[in-house]
């Protein structure tokens, strides 16, 4: 039940970083160097807003943005649990992610709509793809075969970081 509470906003959340990451990427894709180099010159770090220590906070690079690991949930082979072992093995995958968000390693993660076969995803801010695995490997769901992780190396606003820090404030029931 608390789950489906939970997917509006984690939906909503997705749908805003991928947008605002997207718009960013193409942002900086479409604009040549020198046209690059004379913004630089035009706008001060003041002007734009640009704030050099959460910059630094967050890992950012020259455009606001890093390296991410995202993993992609997938339905597993081991799907027939009866309710109640399927409802412990959810309420355990759950603190897995919430032992992830506290140690500071998943960014964000969340279900989709739907029961297709492509269930959530988790975005990890790890610098590598066997960083990942290794805490994939740590979710009871993924060990009981219930869920299959594919791991993509992502590149995606720093900010991303800082959703663990504003998540609390949004939400009056805690996950």
Same mark, same amino acid.
């Given at each position: 039940?608390?789950?489906?509470?939970? *997917?509006?906003?984690?939906?909503?959340?997705?749908?805003?970083? *991928?947008?605002?990451?997207?718009?960013?990427?193409?942002?900086?894709?479409?604009?040549?160097?020198?046209?690059?180099?004379?913004?630089?010159?035009?706008?001060?770090?003041?002007?734009? &807003?640009?704030?050099?220590?959460?910059?630094?906070?967050?890992?950012?690079?020259?455009?606001?943005?890093?390296?991410?690991?995202?993993?992609?949930?997938?339905?597993?082979?081991?799907?027939d649990?009866?309710?109640?072992?399927?409802?412990?093995?959810?309420?355990?995958?759950?603190?897995?992610? &919430?032992?992830?968000?506290?140690a &500071?390693?998943?960014?964000?993660?969340?279900?989709?709509? &739907?029961?297709?076969?492509?269930?959530?995803?988790?975005?990890?801010?790890?610098q590598?793809?066997?960083?990942?695995?290794?805490?994939?490997?740590?979710?009871?769901?993924?060990q009981?075969?219930? *869920?299959?992780?594919?791991?993509?190396?992502?590149?995606?606003?720093?900010?991303?970081?800082?959703?663990?820090?504003?998540?609390?404030?949004?939400?009056?029931?805690?996950?």
């Open positions: 039940m608390l789950l489906k509470n939970f *997917l509006p906003q984690i939906s909503n959340l997705l749908v805003f970083i *991928l947008i605002t990451s997207l718009l960013s990427f193409t942002s900086c894709q479409n604009t040549a160097p020198q046209e690059k180099e004379e913004e630089k010159m035009e706008v001060s770090e003041e002007e734009s &807003g640009f704030d050099q220590a959460l910059a630094e906070k967050y890992g950012a690079d020259e455009y606001g943005m890093k390296k991410y690991v995202m993993a992609f949930l997938k339905r597993g082979p081991n799907r649990l009866d309710s109640l072992k399927a409802a412990e093995l959810q309420a355990a995958h759950m603190a897995n992610i &919430g032992k992830m968000a506290e &500071g390693k998943l960014v964000l993660a969340g279900p989709f709509f &739907g029961n297709d076969d492509l269930r959530g995803i988790y975005i990890f801010d790890v590598s793809i066997e960083e990942a695995k290794a805490l994939t490997e740590s979710d009871p769901a993924i009981a075969g219930s *869920l299959v992780m594919e791991l993509k190396e992502w590149y995606g606003s720093a900010a991303v970081v800082g959703i663990n820090d504003v998540h609390p404030k949004l939400s009056k029931t805690p996950i």
